[in-house]
């Protein structure tokens, strides 16, 4: 299993399955790598406590704010492949008293320890529902049970039967495993997803 799994089939485990779903079976571990991937790229880090480096366009600010929350540690910084060390670790990222982006826009390497120390458990509910609802729908046998849903039911007439989807940005998700953006906002917010994706954790 990935090792930036949320999750794994124990967590599954304490919930109640019908006798169709398998824990055992393949699709399972595909299912929590995928929805741990979504959750994660929302959120724009791991989530779980992790050391990585973020490379940042820094502006002219004197907080350059950080993915990942919250930041515990940073080990290194560096302006354009240049050291600097005159910083301090505020509540979300780094504080420089001179700003940065001095001489106008600079690329920005920082080498930190972020995130927390457990999954909290909204978030492991969250992975949890996903992969249950994909499970679900793998269970169904039915070859529509894994068309991609690139529409809503909006509407119904019963007489000469109808139904009308709706489509388009108004929909949520396409599968099981995609976030409605509503929830990915939240997550971004949550984390400090601020445009930034960590580019690489130990």
């Known amino acids: 299993?990935?090792?930036?799994?949320?999750?794994?089939?124990?967590?599954?485990?304490?919930?109640?399955?019908?006798?169709e779903v398998v824990l055992t079976d393949s699709i399972v571990t595909v299912l929590i790598?995928?929805?741990s991937d979504e959750v994660v790229d929302a959120a724009g880090s791991p989530i779980i406590q992790k050391r990585s480096t973020v490379e940042l366009l820094a502006g002219r600010a004197r907080i350059l704010r950080l993915p990942g929350?919250?930041?515990?540690?940073?080990?290194?910084?560096?302006?354009?492949?240049?050291?600097v060390t005159d910083w301090k670790r505020a509540?979300?990222?780094?504080?420089?008293?001179?700003?940065?982006?001095?001489?106008?826009?600079?690329?920005?390497?920082?080498?930190?320890?972020?995130?927390?120390?457990?999954?909290?458990?909204?978030?492991?509910?969250?992975?949890?529902?996903?992969?249950?609802?994909?499970?679900?729908?793998?269970?169904?046998?039915?070859?529509d049970g894994f068309a991609l849903n690139n529409g809503r039911l909006s509407s119904i007439k019963i007489d000469d039967y109808a139904e009308g989807y709706a489509t388009g940005d108004t929909v949520d998700a396409i599968t099981e495993m995609a976030l409605p953006q509503r929830t990915r906002d939240r997550l971004a917010k949550r984390f400090g997803n601020y445009g930034a994706k960590v580019v690489g954790s130990l």
């Not at 299993?1 to 006798?19: F, G, H, K, N, V």
């Not at 929350?69 to 050291?83: A, F, N, S, Y």
């Not at 001095?102 to 909290?120: I, K, N, R, S």
């Open 1 to 19: 299993m990935s090792l930036l799994a949320l999750i794994t089939t124990a967590d599954l485990e304490q919930y109640p399955l019908p006798p």
């Open 33 to 35: 790598e995928s929805a």
């Open 91 to 143: 509540a979300a990222g780094i504080y420089r008293p001179s700003g940065w982006a001095e001489e106008g826009a600079e690329l920005v390497t920082v080498d930190y320890t972020h995130g927390l120390p457990t999954l909290p458990a909204d978030i492991k509910d969250l992975v949890c529902r996903m992969v249950i609802s994909g499970l679900l729908i793998a269970a169904e046998n039915d070859a």
């Open 69 to 83: 929350l919250p930041v515990t540690e940073i080990h290194t910084v560096t302006v354009d492949g240049k050291p």
